[in-house]
């Protein structure tokens, strides 16, 4: 046992050094702890040999696999089913939109221009197609949007867009046989059954100290992902799945939803995407730059040549549509799930991947820089000369941003 | 004539010094004086630990406009607070505009190199972008 308490403290302060840099630069803690593990894989490999972070043992594999599950199922609790049922038509059409101009357009360009295998070309499409909800959200939140029809549209429309993702990683790549059936016909079931069952279980017997909502939650998301990988599909498509199907009860319990996320983001994601990041072989990065730029270009360029023109026609000013837009490129959790998927059912190679993560974490950072240079605070002035006559005594608008008052 | 002052107010000791000068202002001026906290996503944000950052920082900053809530309880003053999500000098400028603000009082305090590189300091983005004028407090410790 000293050999795996050695590597998880190792592990741990690389996490805790991640941390800190997320805190100081005021950046995502995912996008450091991928940064950190590839940086560590480098120095740590180089000076001590890549045996000592160890990335392949089995017990490091289950707790970072253990991350994208939970981290999955809480993104997919974040929805809001009133508002998804009431605009489900119009966010379903802008999230198709959202998904499929860069998933079809990044294939495209790594078959064509690449020269990827075409199995390789499709998972680099889904890599390249997500969008980060919660930027969006926050995005929204910003504008003051979050209660307008528009912003509920584009925010539900986000969920469709990784929802379509992670379908796409859970089909596309697996065999249909009979496992596919029996895992289609129990997970309907699931998600049939679990939200009338999960909030009456819980009144029953949660709210102890004994975690049951925890154990309970992660039963389901263990046992179904275990179907999934089973017919050779990708456990996080359950996860999400059952998130979307649990948000309306469990994701309304804030207090259980904060120790999901301590539980997580403590111990469990830092394993994921610091392991995600040690895979990144970055001389074969360096030796070949032009696919992650290539990628990033074109998924910044599909995203928004699908996504402006409809928020355009709803109505959207021009400048807030292209700061949407722009944020709406932005997806780092699915677009690194799905590349790791890639690597790890050896569709991709290591060069692939390396390509496919620096484009990912390209999409995390270059959509924002551009947004914040080019339309944070200058479209406040825009608005403000437009509109200099508007009601300069009456009360603030958008009060629903605010907190208190 | 200085009707409405805002405050842009984080807890920090050059937002207690502003506070303090914003106050006095008002006290002079007979003003509404307007008191907002900005609770800042990740610059670079991802999925579910964005919305928990947004969530905590504006838990934080419900706490920390509370604390002045309660220093000016006595105050005759006309007085508002506010809680949003954003960044701060954006913010500042939207809540300045929308509210027909005449001055605007905000502390200034040293950031990292990389976020001065990122975004510049608010305090420069407010100056910068303000519908009127601002008053930037400085701190020095002792």
């Given at each position: 046992?000293?050999?795996?308490?050695?590597?998880?403290?190792?592990?741990?302060?690389?996490?805790?050094?991640?941390?800190?840099?997320?805190?100081?630069?005021r950046?995502?803690?995912?996008?450091?702890?991928?940064?950190?593990?590839?940086?560590?894989?480098?120095?740590?490999?180089?000076?001590?040999?890549?045996?000592?972070?160890?990335?392949?043992?089995?017990?490091?594999?289950?707790?970072?696999?253990?991350?994208?599950?939970?981290?999955?199922?809480?993104?997919?609790?974040?929805?809001?089913?009133?508002?998804?049922?009431?605009?489900?038509?119009?966010?379903?059409?802008?999230?198709?939109?959202?998904?499929?101009?860069?998933?079809?357009?990044?294939?495209?360009?790594?078959?064509?221009?690449?020269?990827?295998?075409?199995?390789?070309?499709?998972?680099?499409?889904?890599?390249?197609?997500?969008?980060?909800?919660?930027?969006?959200?926050a995005?929204?939140l910003e504008?003051?949007?979050?209660?307008?029809?528009?912003?509920?549209?584009?925010?539900?429309?986000?969920?469709?867009?990784?929802?379509?993702?992670?379908?796409?990683?859970?089909?596309?790549?697996?065999?249909?046989?009979?496992?596919?059936?029996?895992?289609?016909?129990?997970?309907?079931?699931?998600?049939?059954?679990?939200?009338?069952?999960?909030?009456?279980?819980?009144?029953?017997?949660?709210?102890?100290?004994?975690?049951?909502?925890?154990?309970?939650?992660?039963?389901?998301?263990?046992?179904?992902?275990?179907?999934?990988?089973?017919?050779?599909?990708?456990?996080?498509?359950?996860?999400?799945?059952?998130?979307?199907?649990?948000?309306?009860?469990?994701?309304?319990?804030?207090?259980?939803?904060?120790?999901?996320?301590?539980?997580?983001?403590?111990?469990?994601?830092?394993?994921?995407?610091?392991?995600?990041?040690?895979?990144?072989?970055?001389?074969?990065?360096?030796?070949?730059?032009?696919?992650?730029?290539?990628?990033?270009?074109?998924?910044?360029?599909?995203?928004?040549?699908?996504?402006?023109?409809?928020?355009?026609?709803?109505?959207?000013?021009?400048?807030?549509?292209?700061?949407?837009?722009?944020?709406?490129?932005?997806?780092?959790?699915?677009?690194?799930?799905?590349?790791?998927?890639?690597?790890?059912?050896?569709?991709?190679?290591?060069?692939?991947?390396?390509?496919?993560?620096?484009?990912?974490?390209?999409?995390?950072?270059?959509?924002?820089?551009?947004?914040?240079?080019?339309?944070?605070?200058?479209?406040?002035?825009?608005?403000?000369?437009?509109?200099?006559?508007?009601?300069?005594?009456?009360?603030?608008?958008?009060?629903?941003r605010r907190t208190s008052s | 004539?200085?009707?409405?002052?805002l405050l842009g107010y984080d807890g920090s000791?050059s937002a207690n010094?502003a506070l303090?000068?914003?106050?006095?202002?008002?006290?002079?001026?007979?003003?509404?004086?307007h008191v907002l906290a900005v609770a800042r996503p990740p610059?670079?944000?991802?999925?579910?630990?964005?919305k928990a950052v947004i969530e905590n920082s504006r838990r934080h900053y419900e706490q920390v406009i509370g604390g002045v809530r309660a220093k000016l309880?006595?105050?005759?003053?006309?007085?508002r607070f506010d809680v949003v999500i954003g960044h701060p000098a954006e913010q500042l400028?939207?809540y300045?505009?929308?509210?027909?603000?005449?001055?605007?009082?905000v502390g200034?305090r040293?950031?990292?190199?990389?976020?001065?590189?990122?975004?510049?300091?608010v305090?420069?983005?407010?100056?910068?972008?303000?519908?009127?004028?601002?008053?930037?407090?400085?701190?020095?410790?002792?």
């Amino acid at each position: 046992m000293t050999e795996i308490w050695t590597q998880a403290a190792l592990w741990l302060a690389l996490a805790l050094i991640a941390t800190l840099a997320a805190i100081w630069l005021r950046i995502a803690t995912a996008l450091s702890e991928i940064v950190v593990g590839t940086i560590a894989q480098l120095i740590i490999g180089a000076a001590l040999g890549s045996a000592l972070l160890a990335g392949d043992a089995s017990w490091l594999k289950f707790l970072a696999g253990a991350g994208a599950i939970l981290l999955t199922f809480l993104a997919g609790a974040e929805l809001d089913p009133v508002v998804f049922r009431q605009q489900w038509k119009r966010a379903t059409l802008i999230g198709l939109v959202s998904f499929a101009a860069p998933f079809l357009g990044c294939a495209a360009i790594a078959l064509w221009g690449l020269g990827w295998t075409p199995q390789a070309s499709w998972l680099a499409g889904l890599a390249m197609s997500t969008t980060s909800v919660a930027v969006v959200y926050a995005v929204m939140l910003e504008f003051g949007l979050n209660t307008t029809e528009y912003g509920k549209v584009v925010l539900a429309a986000c969920f469709v867009t990784d929802l379509a993702t992670v379908i796409g990683l859970g089909v596309i790549f697996a065999p249909f046989t009979i496992k596919t059936l029996i895992f289609l016909g129990v997970g309907a079931v699931a998600f049939v059954v679990l939200p009338w069952l999960t909030p009456r279980f819980f009144r029953r017997y949660g709210n102890r100290p004994s975690e049951l909502e925890a154990k309970f939650l992660m039963l389901c998301l263990f046992g179904l992902g275990a179907l999934a990988t089973w017919a050779d599909s990708e456990a996080v498509l359950p996860a999400y799945l059952i998130g979307m199907v649990l948000a309306g009860t469990v994701g309304k319990n804030h207090a259980l939803i904060r120790r999901l996320r301590t539980l997580t983001f403590g111990l469990l994601t830092p394993f994921y995407f610091i392991r995600a990041g040690s895979l990144v072989s970055l001389p074969a990065l360096v030796a070949a730059p032009a696919a992650f730029v290539i990628l990033l270009a074109t998924k910044m360029v599909t995203k928004i040549a699908g996504v402006y023109p409809v928020t355009r026609a709803m109505g959207s000013p021009r400048q807030e549509a292209a700061y949407t837009t722009l944020l709406m490129s932005t997806g780092l959790t699915f677009g690194t799930i799905s590349a790791l998927f890639g690597l790890s059912h050896q569709i991709i190679t290591q060069a692939q991947y390396s390509a496919l993560v620096a484009a990912v974490i390209g999409s995390a950072v270059v959509p924002t820089l551009i947004a914040n240079a080019f339309f944070l605070p200058r479209h406040l002035l825009g608005a403000a000369e437009q509109d200099s006559s508007r009601v300069p005594d009456t009360p603030a608008e958008e009060p629903a941003r605010r907190t208190s008052s | 004539m200085i009707r409405k002052i805002l405050l842009g107010y984080d807890g920090s000791a050059s937002a207690n010094k502003a506070l303090d000068f914003a106050l006095q202002l008002a006290r002079t001026c007979a003003s509404e004086l307007h008191v907002l906290a900005v609770a800042r996503p990740p610059e670079f944000g991802d999925e579910v630990e964005t919305k928990a950052v947004i969530e905590n920082s504006r838990r934080h900053y419900e706490q920390v406009i509370g604390g002045v809530r309660a220093k000016l309880a006595n105050e005759t003053l006309t007085t508002r607070f506010d809680v949003v999500i954003g960044h701060p000098a954006e913010q500042l400028v939207r809540y300045a505009e929308s509210n027909g603000i005449d001055h605007i009082v905000v502390g200034h305090r040293g950031q990292t190199l990389f976020e001065r590189w990122l975004i510049g300091s608010v305090a420069r983005q407010v100056i910068a972008y303000a519908p009127c004028a601002v008053t930037v407090v400085r701190h020095r410790p002792p």
